[in-house]
């Protein structure tokens, strides 16, 4: 058999195969005669009938099978012989035979690329480390200080900024009338919409009002974003915030803490492991950064098709899902051509974590699953079986876990420096 292999862009590989006459005869005669071995017809018992009978019934479709398996076997040694790693199944063109001639085909199949990269140890980086500033612990001292409040009932004022108030109200959307009853604001807060909160400063217990809002763009309802909603409103009750004073007292209260300065210190040592997480979480981000600048290569086109489709099938999905519909524009080809650069640096990360990982010998055991499920589920023996039986989940939670240990190694590995800043600017990202 003669194999002639030529690598094209893209991870396209095709070769040539030419098959003796002399091999797919002697692989005709071997099949032919287990085809004998197990034939009986009437006059002869099985294995005794005449090669010629045999042949007259069976032999044309004993070649045609005898040409398959050639071919099948011919692609299986070829991908071996030239170690490949196909991502595609085979395929056949061009078939040339002829009784009394050789074999002729071609194989054309796509493969994983060849990664050839060393360059990913004592990557620099920078890591910025937000200081703890007085006011960040002032600000979750506060965050305190409002979760212990105590909400007293009034009755003999208009509602203020600060208070909280229970409302009922209802609304009109796409001809059905939405409400909801006894819902709690608290008003300055934010809590529903700013505009909403404001209309009620100034009403009492049992008063009732109407008006009519233009809900922003980004709102988190799709259907309501952008309209103009009448609500009608009853004030049902109003509660004042008591406040607890922030003294050694309430210190105390807290836990095991004498005086303010030690809530502080502890709320000042929290918020230093806070930000040393996240800096570390972004150090990540700058490491897949700089693994897709040292290294490009490039990638199977079914792969990137089959990716750019799941991120297009998801984009459309959300649309559908909420009811609305997509952006002007968004036709087929447009969508993929907006999703296929974030499926080919995708790819290019998974495939170049795969290479680092195969070189370092980093794997993530059984042994790591199962802590993994022990330390999150605690106390939930339905979602600890769920996750020890569930195949699909346990593959899709150890490739997380696998590409975080990939990260963590590539971190360590790395020429870091430490900066201190007082802001961190967001890492620009998909």
């Known amino acids: ?27 005709y005669k071997k099949e032919l005669n287990a085809i004998i071995a197990k034939t009986s017809l009437p006059g002869f018992r099985m294995g005794k009938v005449p090669r010629d009978v045999v042949e007259t ?6 070649k045609q099978e005898t040409i398959q398996k050639l071919i099948n076997e011919s692609c299986t040694e070829g991908i071996k012989q030239h170690d490949l790693q196909p991502v595609t199944r085979p395929s056949i063109t061009d078939i040339q035979y002829k009784d009394e001639k050789d074999l002729l085909f071609s194989v054309s199949i796509e493969i994983k690329p060849s990664i050839e990269f060393e360059d990913y140890r004592n990557i620099p980086l920078i890591k910025k480390i937000l200081e703890v500033k007085d006011d960040a612990v002032e600000s979750q001292l506060q ?18 900024k600060g208070d909280v108030a229970i409302v009922d109200f209802d609304y009109l959307l796409n001809g059905v009338r939405q409400s909801k009853e006894n ?21 009492r217990i049992g008063e009732k009002t109407t008006f009519t809002l233009t809900l922003p763009e980004n709102f988190i309802n799709p259907q309501m974003a952008g309209t103009d909603i009448t609500f009608n409103v009853e ?28 809530i502080k210190d502890a709320i000042r040592e929290n918020l230093g492991k806070e930000n040393d997480k996240a800096a570390q979480e ?16 490039q990638l199977p086109k079914s792969l990137v098709d089959q990716e750019t489709a799941f991120f297009c099938d998801e984009f459309v ?24 650069p974030k499926a080919e640096k995708k790819l290019k990360l998974l495939l170049l974590l795969e290479h680092i990982a195969l070189k370092e010998n980093i794997t993530v055991s059984d042994e790591e ?4 499920i022990f330390a999150n589920f605690r106390g939930k023996p339905e979602k600890i079986r769920e996750y020890l039986i569930d195949e699909e989940k346990k593959d899709a939670k150890m490739h997380e876990m696998l590409i975080d240990k990939i990260l963590n190694f590539l971190i360590d590995v790395a020429d870091i420096k430490v900066e201190v800043v007082s802001q961190v600017e967001e890492e620009s990202g998909d």
């Open 235 to 262: 004030i049902k009750g109003l509660k004042e915030k008591q406040l607890p004073a922030i003294d050694d007292e309430f210190a105390k209260d807290m836990g095991d803490y004498e005086t303010i300065e030690d």
């Open 317 to 340: 999905s959300y649309f559908q899902q909420h009811g609305t519909d997509m952006p002007k524009g968004m036709d087929k080809e447009t969508l993929h051509q907006k999703f296929q």
């Open 282 to 297: 972004a150090l990540k981000n700058k490491i897949i950064g700089a693994l897709l600048e040292r290294c490009d290569f």
């Open 1 to 27: 058999m003669q194999l002639e292999c030529e690598y094209k862009d893209n991870c396209q590989v095709e070769f040539k195969v030419v098959v003796p006459e002399k091999m797919i005869q002697e692989r």
């Open 369 to 372: 699953y199962k802590k993994w």
């Open 143 to 160: 965050y305190l200080q409002e979760e212990y409040a105590v909400l007293i009932d009034i009755d003999d004022r208009p509602i203020m």
């Open 183 to 203: 819902d709690l604001m608290e008003i300055g807060k934010d809590t529903a919409l700013p505009e909403f909160e404001e209309k009620l400063i100034g009403l």
């Open 57 to 62: 019934r069976f032999g044309k479709k004993v």
